[in-house]
């Protein structure tokens, strides 16, 4: 079973994720708060995909998108965003993210996503 790491703020927006994923059969999921407890988390559990919010306190998505990057060039991260983020959208598509979500999500978009990137 694929492992995919959670990241984002609102504790709210990893349960919709997490509550659409499990109920599509992905039950190995994991939850970080910020994007220096993602990289951290990165590094422990080596995820299949990573799911993360662009806008963070302590590190924001795309410093951690960055720095997974560096620890693994092949990481699959999808980066999430609220509408009218589009110039940090296309920031993290050139610093290596997979691909994007637009917030707020819609559970078929999140396993479109996901199923297109891990099966």
Same mark, same amino acid.
Request: with cysteine; proline share 4%.
């Given at each position: 079973?694929?492992?995919?790491?959670?990241?984002?703020?609102?504790? +709210?927006?990893?349960?919709?994720?997490?509550?659409?994923?499990?109920?599509?059969?992905?039950?190995?999921?994991?939850? =970080?708060?910020?994007g220096a407890?993602a990289v951290?988390? +990165?590094?422990?559990? @080596?995820p299949d995909?990573?799911?993360?919010?662009?806008?963070?306190? @302590?590190?924001?998505?795309?410093?951690?998108?960055?720095?997974?990057?560096?620890?693994?060039?092949?990481?699959?991260?999808?980066?999430?965003? =609220?509408?009218?983020?589009?110039?940090?959208?296309?920031?993290?598509? &050139?610093?290596?993210?997979?691909? +994007?979500?637009?917030?707020?999500? &819609?559970?078929?978009?999140?396993?479109?996503?996901?199923?297109?990137?891990?099966?």
């Amino acid at each position: 079973m694929a492992k995919i790491l959670l990241v984002d703020d609102a504790a +709210f927006m990893r349960m919709m994720i997490k509550d659409t994923l499990t109920k599509n059969g992905y039950t190995d999921l994991y939850e =970080a708060a910020d994007g220096a407890q993602a990289v951290q988390m +990165f590094s422990e559990i @080596n995820p299949d995909l990573v799911i993360m919010d662009i806008t963070m306190p @302590n590190m924001d998505g795309l410093e951690a998108l960055k720095a997974i990057k560096a620890k693994a060039p092949n990481a699959a991260v999808v980066m999430c965003s =609220a509408m009218g983020q589009e110039s940090m959208v296309i920031e993290a598509i &050139k610093s290596g993210a997979k691909d +994007f979500i637009v917030k707020p999500f &819609k559970p078929d978009r999140i396993l479109k996503t996901v199923s297109g990137i891990i099966g």
